[in-house]
């Protein structure tokens, strides 16, 4: 069943991308998921977002660590190309991509997965933290294809203020 995230937020979804019902499309613990308009080998690019409250003191590596071991555990070859912070101090944000190797719909894929963590205060309750999740998985081949629409969709993403609590 799709999720909710714990804040509002707002984004652009970057032209050529289409949104889609994360239950419909296998991305039950997503909120959103956006589809590529022209698929790579049978694969569609999409682009994922999920979230929670963390009141735990982890950080954002710690949690990035933590989606490398569950995409590990559904038995996908991942590894760790690049991993860098981004943001500020007041809104810290981590960026990390994966190659990762699997087997989807019974065929093997190779795929790339930038990963992007923000972490932003709940404006209703400014001691809640919460972590937001923006994902690119795509095929190896399209990646640099569809990163740049990515990336101007990750700078449009900003908590939504005028949402009823």
Do not use: C
Request: charged share 20%; no cysteine.
């Amino acid at each position: 069943m799709a999720t909710t995230l714990p804040v509002p937020i707002e984004f652009e979804l970057p032209d050529g991308w289409r949104a889609a019902p994360p239950d419909e499309v296998g991305a039950p613990g997503a909120a959103f998921v956006a589809l590529y308009r022209q698929p790579d080998a049978g694969f569609t690019a999409n682009i994922t977002i999920d979230g929670e409250y963390r009141p735990d003191s982890a950080v954002l590596p710690e949690m990035a660590d933590g989606s490398v071991e569950r995409l590990r555990e559904t038995g996908a070859s991942v590894v760790l190309t690049d991993r860098r912070e981004m943001g500020s101090a007041d809104a810290p944000g981590l960026l990390q991509k994966l190659a990762v190797s699997t087997t989807v719909g019974g065929t093997h894929r190779d795929l790339v997965q930038t990963q992007v963590y923000l972490s932003l205060l709940d404006i209703a309750d400014p001691h809640n933290r919460v972590v937001v999740r923006l994902v690119l998985t795509s095929t190896a081949a399209q990646h640099s294809v569809v990163l740049g629409a990515f990336e101007d969709f990750v700078r449009s993403v900003r908590p939504r203020t005028d949402a009823a609590s």
